[in-house]
T-cell receptor, first 112, second 112 residues
Framework: GQQVMQIPQYQHVQEGEDFTTYCNSS?????IQWYKQRPGGHPVFLIQ?????EVKKQKRLTFQFGEAKKNSSLHITATQTTDVGTYFC????????????FGTGTQLKVEL | NAGVTQTPKFQVLKTGQSMTLQCAQD?????MYWYRQDPGMGLRLIYY???????DKGEVPNGYNVSRLNKREFSLRLESAAPSQTSVYFC???????????FGDGTRLSIL
């Protein structure tokens, strides 16, 4: 079945260091979404990428969608304690209904 | 704006007990979803409802039933709770193309 994997599962960084999480799909995706979940919270939408090779930036966050539309990455420059949380990618599930399949997530911890 | 509201926020059940988790959204969205989140496994789709009056199975439907009571409300029922159903349950809704899913705060369910 359709699978979306993320690496790494955990990342522990010092404040100010950069962070990258990678997302890989077993199938080609029409689009990919990224969500952030703070500890004890719920997933919150960050961004959606649609085009092959697309790059979008939100302040210190840079999102890329691969040329083959099967992989994506999220890069955070100069992490801050406010970046702590789990980052999920998600792609549309086949079969309609606007369903998403979520990646396994990357948990980011930031130390002062 | 309340967005997506889930009740209860926490619940402890004994094995074999039944329970209904409630979800309501006030964004006039057609599609609603139930996910479970377990450590290291991301979010997995249990059931979804593409529109009022329709429901369909997701990736992990066994042991659950759902009801789309009206456009606003989508409930999840555990008929005979099992310890393997200990998890955090999230409800989400979705409006139209290009929009993200909006999540409720979750229900933390423990089954002893």
């Amino acid at each position: 079945g359709q699978q979306v994997m993320q690496i790494p599962q955990y990342q522990h960084v010092q404040e100010g260091e950069d962070f990258t999480t990678y997302c890989n799909s077993s199938t080609t995706l029409s689009n990919i979404q990224w969500y952030k979940q703070r500890p004890g919270g719920h997933p919150v939408f960050l961004i959606q990428l649609v085009k092959s090779g697309e790059v979008k930036k939100q302040k210190r966050l840079t999102f890329q969608f691969g040329e083959a539309k099967k992989n994506s990455s999220l890069h955070i420059t100069a992490t801050q304690t406010t970046d702590v949380g789990t980052y999920f990618c998600a792609g549309p599930l086949t079969g309609g209904g606007n369903k998403l399949t979520f990646g396994t997530g990357t948990q980011l911890k930031v130390e002062l | 704006n309340a967005g997506v509201t889930q009740t209860p926020k926490f619940q402890v059940l004994k094995t074999g007990q039944s329970m209904t988790l409630q979800c309501a959204q006030d964004m006039n969205h057609n599609s609603m979803y139930w996910y479970r989140q377990d450590p290291g496994m991301g979010l997995r789709l249990i059931y979804y409802s593409a529109s009022e009056g329709t429901t369909d199975k997701g990736e992990v439907p066994n042991g659950y039933n759902v009801s789309r009571l009206n456009k606003r409300e989508f409930s999840l029922r555990l008929e005979s709770a099992a310890p393997s159903q200990t998890s955090v349950y999230f409800c989400a809704s979705y409006g139209a193309g290009g929009q993200p899913q909006h999540f409720g705060d979750g229900t933390r369910l423990s089954i002893l």
